[in-house]
Protein backbone atom coordinates (compact mmCIF):
# COMPACT_ATOMS: atom_id res chain seq x y z
CA UNK A 1 0.00 0.00 0.00
CA UNK A 2 1.01 3.59 -0.32
CA UNK A 3 0.55 6.55 2.31
CA UNK A 4 -1.40 9.44 1.04
CA UNK A 5 -1.46 12.95 2.55
CA UNK A 6 -4.57 15.48 1.30
CA UNK A 7 -4.25 19.22 1.65
CA UNK A 8 -5.62 22.43 -0.13
CA UNK A 9 -8.57 22.18 1.94
CA UNK A 10 -10.60 25.33 2.81
CA UNK A 11 -13.60 27.56 3.40
CA UNK A 12 -14.48 29.63 0.33
CA UNK A 13 -17.37 31.58 -0.64
CA UNK A 14 -19.70 30.34 -4.04
CA UNK A 15 -18.40 30.56 -7.15
CA UNK A 16 -14.48 30.42 -5.87
CA UNK A 17 -11.80 27.82 -6.99
CA UNK A 18 -9.92 25.30 -5.05
CA UNK A 19 -6.96 22.79 -5.80
CA UNK A 20 -6.22 19.85 -3.92
CA UNK A 21 -3.38 17.87 -3.54
CA UNK A 22 -2.66 14.38 -2.77
CA UNK A 23 1.01 13.24 -2.24
CA UNK A 24 1.89 9.99 -1.91
CA UNK A 25 4.91 9.10 0.94
CA UNK A 26 7.35 6.38 -0.19
CA UNK A 27 6.77 5.12 -3.44
CA UNK A 28 5.37 6.42 -6.57
CA UNK A 29 2.30 6.68 -7.71
CA UNK A 30 3.43 5.97 -11.39
CA UNK A 31 1.79 2.58 -10.92
CA UNK A 32 -1.61 3.54 -9.01
CA UNK A 33 -5.26 4.22 -10.16
CA UNK A 34 -5.45 7.79 -8.18
CA UNK A 35 -9.18 8.74 -7.21
CA UNK A 36 -10.86 11.59 -5.25
CA UNK A 37 -13.91 10.85 -3.45
CA UNK A 38 -15.86 12.90 -0.74
CA UNK A 39 -18.54 12.69 2.31
CA UNK A 40 -20.85 15.24 2.96
CA UNK A 41 -21.95 15.04 6.91
CA UNK A 42 -24.92 12.26 6.84
CA UNK A 43 -24.34 10.83 3.88
CA UNK A 44 -22.32 8.38 2.04
CA UNK A 45 -19.07 8.44 0.45
CA UNK A 46 -19.03 9.28 -3.20
CA UNK A 47 -16.47 8.91 -5.85
CA UNK A 48 -15.85 11.81 -7.37
CA UNK A 49 -13.21 11.75 -10.33
CA UNK A 50 -10.63 9.06 -11.07
CA UNK A 51 -6.87 8.74 -13.26
CA UNK A 52 -5.74 5.79 -14.53
CA UNK A 53 -1.70 5.28 -14.46
CA UNK A 54 -1.44 3.51 -17.38
CA UNK A 55 -2.83 6.45 -20.21
CA UNK A 56 -3.42 9.25 -17.31
CA UNK A 57 -7.62 8.50 -18.62
CA UNK A 58 -9.47 10.66 -16.47
CA UNK A 59 -13.18 9.97 -15.25
CA UNK A 60 -15.70 11.82 -13.39
CA UNK A 61 -18.94 11.70 -11.62
CA UNK A 62 -21.62 12.90 -14.20
CA UNK A 63 -22.84 15.94 -11.94
CA UNK A 64 -19.24 17.33 -12.05
CA UNK A 65 -18.09 16.81 -15.28
CA UNK A 66 -17.03 20.48 -16.91
CA UNK A 67 -16.35 21.68 -13.24
CA UNK A 68 -13.58 19.85 -11.71
CA UNK A 69 -10.71 18.39 -13.39
CA UNK A 70 -8.24 15.40 -12.31
CA UNK A 71 -4.55 15.60 -12.96
CA UNK A 72 -1.33 13.94 -11.88
CA UNK A 73 2.45 14.67 -11.50
CA UNK A 74 4.08 11.31 -10.79
CA UNK A 75 7.43 12.72 -10.76
CA UNK A 76 6.65 14.94 -7.38
CA UNK A 77 4.31 12.39 -6.63
CA UNK A 78 1.37 14.11 -6.25
CA UNK A 79 -2.20 14.26 -8.02
CA UNK A 80 -4.52 17.06 -8.26
CA UNK A 81 -8.27 17.79 -7.80
CA UNK A 82 -8.76 21.14 -10.10
CA UNK A 83 -12.35 22.35 -8.29
CA UNK A 84 -13.70 25.52 -9.98
CA UNK A 85 -17.14 27.22 -9.72
CA UNK A 86 -17.50 25.89 -6.41
CA UNK A 87 -21.80 25.08 -4.65
CA UNK A 88 -22.46 24.57 -1.18
CA UNK A 89 -23.60 21.30 -2.34
CA UNK A 90 -19.38 20.84 -3.02
CA UNK A 91 -19.17 20.94 0.94
CA UNK A 92 -17.16 17.81 2.68
CA UNK A 93 -14.60 15.79 3.43
CA UNK A 94 -12.66 15.28 0.24
CA UNK A 95 -10.55 11.91 -0.01
CA UNK A 96 -7.83 10.82 -2.37
CA UNK A 97 -7.55 6.85 -2.99
CA UNK A 98 -4.99 4.72 -5.08
CA UNK A 99 -5.35 1.33 -6.58
CA UNK A 100 -3.44 -1.01 -8.81
CA UNK A 101 -5.17 -1.48 -11.64
CA UNK A 102 -5.88 -5.10 -11.80
CA UNK A 103 -7.71 -7.22 -14.14
CA UNK A 104 -11.66 -6.40 -12.45
CA UNK A 105 -10.19 -2.79 -11.79
CA UNK A 106 -12.51 0.42 -13.66
CA UNK A 107 -11.28 3.29 -13.13
CA UNK A 108 -14.49 4.53 -14.10
CA UNK A 109 -16.51 3.09 -11.77
CA UNK A 110 -15.00 5.39 -8.80
CA UNK A 111 -15.98 2.44 -6.57
CA UNK A 112 -14.72 3.05 -3.05
CA UNK A 113 -14.22 -0.79 -2.95
CA UNK A 114 -11.56 -0.59 -5.32
CA UNK A 115 -9.11 1.49 -3.41
CA UNK A 116 -7.05 0.00 -0.90
CA UNK A 117 -4.88 3.07 0.33
CA UNK A 118 -6.38 6.31 1.34
CA UNK A 119 -5.75 9.48 3.32
CA UNK A 120 -7.38 11.35 6.02
CA UNK A 121 -9.27 13.91 4.69
CA UNK A 122 -9.16 17.45 3.58
CA UNK A 123 -12.46 19.70 4.73
CA UNK A 124 -13.66 21.60 1.54
CA UNK A 125 -16.32 24.15 3.43
CA UNK A 126 -18.57 26.57 0.38
CA UNK A 127 -20.54 28.86 2.04
CA UNK A 128 -21.41 32.71 1.84
Known amino acids: QVQLVESGGALVQPGSSLRLSCTASGRSLEHYAIAWFRQAPGKEREGVSC????????YYRNSLKGRFTISRDDAKKTAYLQMDTLKPEDTGVYYCAAARELVDFFCSLIRPSDFASWGQGTQVTVSA
Open 51 to 58: ISSSDDSD
